[in-house]
């Protein structure tokens, strides 16, 4: 089944403490990217990839960090996550102009 | 730069009632794209339409039908006899043609309520 996944869906962590949200997809999509969802903002763009070893900072990149070392993952680092990342994170490959999102993973930084 | 608007942040309906959610546009491009999405309680975002720049036809789904005007830059969304099951958040998003105008632009969505 083509699809993008995301893990973990669900994450409670403290301030500071480093942690990596994982994203795959089976689908070969040479573009791939991130976004949070934040109540009465929408959904945001925070990094995107255009191929492997490639990629490029969006709307709100402060805070993240990426990396793309195969074409099928392209996971979101916080080094040191604050309060302020509490939020819902959409991983997304996209092909023909088409968006294909994971499930989402619900953070919460203490 | 590519902005949406959804100006209705919230709307709240009696079931069979028809509703439309309004989007409004900005974008330098020629070539564009147009979404909208539903996000249940559930969390995950369900495609519904996508659209370009290039097709003002307007579409019929079932009970979902949507109005793109280019003359307004709008894509609005209507759903007709609504009902509980609709209940959710909805975006609408564009998508350039390329560079820094490829990535979706969401709207910051609307919460449709619809009450039995």
């Known amino acids: 089944e083509a699809q993008v996944t995301q893990n973990p869906r669900y994450l409670i962590t403290v301030t500071g403490k480093k942690l990596t949200v994982t994203c795959s997809q089976n689908?070969?999509?040479?573009?791939m990217s991130w976004y949070r969802q934040d109540p009465g903002l929408g959904l945001r763009q925070i990094y995107y990839s255009m191929n492997v070893e490639v990629t490029d900072k969006g709307d709100v990149p402060e805070g993240y960090k990426v990396s793309r070392k195969e074409k099928r993952n392209f996971p979101l680092i916080l080094e040191s996550p604050s309060p302020n990342q509490t939020s819902l994170y959409f991983c997304?490959?996209?092909?023909?102009?088409?968006?294909?999102f994971g499930p989402g993973t619900r953070l919460t930084v203490l | 730069a590519q902005k949406v608007t959804q100006a209705q942040t919230e709307i709240s309906v009696v079931e069979k009632e028809d509703v439309t959610l309004d989007c409004v546009y900005e974008?330098?491009?020629?070539?564009?794209?147009l979404f909208w999405y539903k996000q249940p309680p559930s969390g995950e975002l369900v495609f519904l339409i996508r659209r370009n720049s290039f097709d003002e036809q307007n579409e019929i789904s079932g009970r979902y039908s949507w109005n793109f005007q280019k003359s307004t830059s709008s894509f609005n969304f209507t759903i007709t006899a609504s009902q509980v099951v609709d209940s959710a958040v909805y975006f609408c998003a564009l998508r350039g043609w390329g560079g820094s105008n490829y990535k979706l632009t969401f709207g910051k969505g609307t919460l449709l309520t619809v009450n039995p």
């Open positions: 974008t330098r491009d020629t070539t564009y794209y």
């Open positions: 689908m070969n999509h040479e573009y």
């Open positions: 997304a490959s996209s092909f023909h102009r088409m968006e294909f």
